[in-house]
């Protein structure tokens, strides 16, 4: 390898990681901002019970403004392109960059040579934010999940319908030793 290369992916890594710092750290403060509303309106929610397809729709609202979020990164990375003269303009800056993130490619648009080692980091920082992304929407999901479940097993308990230890046994998204306690509780 040339010296000529390796002084090229330097500026590749020095553009790259500080663009992969940003994007996490934008993608956790979005991700916060959009679990902070989430929990606002999961705790007006726990009052009245909820469809699961209210719920559904809850979780495509969450999905879309992580999209959204992931389209504002990819535009970040975009902008380094343009910046940095990689690419030619904004169209093929955002295509390439969402390409790139995905992992998706396009096969007719290409980094300038010098910068063509940004494309694959790009691809790892999307790696990254997708798996952030996969984690905070699971939890949103068991955390919409436990709140229904709750709801449920509050309503059986002031009808008189309350199981107890067969009601352990089918709430896996609470600790054992918790809804034992709980247990204990509602029988005395």
């Known amino acids: 390898m040339g010296s000529n290369v390796v002084s090229t992916w330097s500026a590749d890594w020095v553009w790259s990681l500080p663009l992969i ?11 916060g901002l959009i ?8 705790s007006g929610k726990r009052k009245i019970r909820v469809r699961y ?5 809850y979780i495509g609202a969450v999905a879309l403004f992580t999209a959204i979020l992931h389209g504002i990164e990819a535009g970040i990375w975009g902008a380094a392109y343009l910046l940095l003269g990689a690419l030619p303009d ?20 290409h980094l300038d040579l010098r910068w063509e080692l940004m494309g694959p ?13 996969t984690a905070f929407l699971l939890g949103i999901i068991q955390n ?3 709140a229904s479940n709750l709801e449920t097993q509050k309503a059986e308990s002031a ?9 352990i046994r ?19």
């Open 21 to 31: 710092a940003a994007t996490v750290t934008i993608h956790c403060f979005g991700l």
């Open 159 to 167: 009808d008189g319908s309350w199981r107890g230890e067969s009601s």
């Open 144 to 146: 919409i999940w436990r």
């Open 35 to 42: 679990y902070h509303r989430a929990t606002l309106v999961l």
């Open 53 to 57: 397809g209210i719920l559904s729709l």
């Open 90 to 109: 904004r169209r093929t800056a955002m295509l390439y960059s969402l390409g790139a993130m995905t992992t998706y490619g396009k096969a007719d648009v």
């Open 121 to 133: 980091l790009e691809a790892l920082d999307g790696w990254i934010l997708f798996g952030l992304t």
């Open 170 to 188: 089918s709430n896996p998204t609470k600790d054992q030793s918790e809804l034992q306690v709980e247990s204990r509780r509602k029988t005395k």
